[in-house]
């Protein structure tokens, strides 16, 4: 995944706008660990990428919610397994006990895309079946 591409269209504005912010963030982390840059700078990125993820987040269980999502525990359970563990990277670059690498960029990838081709790929088509509850008012 080192861009957007179609194949993680969704078909759902709301998940869709997301994801590609997702995405993008992901390939910036990548390129600044690519290119060397300052460890500031990769954990403020990493902070921001916390940040949409929360919300993201945020967003898809409020539409479980309203919808009657079946899968809603095990989708939101995945969801908070990542932000823990994005939690336990940060304070651990943030005192110097880890580091952001190749490995760490690779892992994220693989979350990212795994993540969208799987579970919220089963949400949007679940989500689309009630089309006045697939996006956020
Ligand atoms: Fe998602
Ligand atoms: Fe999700």
Redesign the pocket.
Known sequence: MASWSADLELGNPT?DD??KQLVMLVNELQYSVDTNRRWDVIRSQLDDLMTVADR?FCH?ERMMRQAGYPEFRRHKKIHDDLTRDLHILSRQIASGEGEFTHTTVEWLKGWVGS??RGE?RQLAQFLARRPVLSRIA
């Open positions: 998940m997301d994801h993201h898809e993540h969208i919220d």
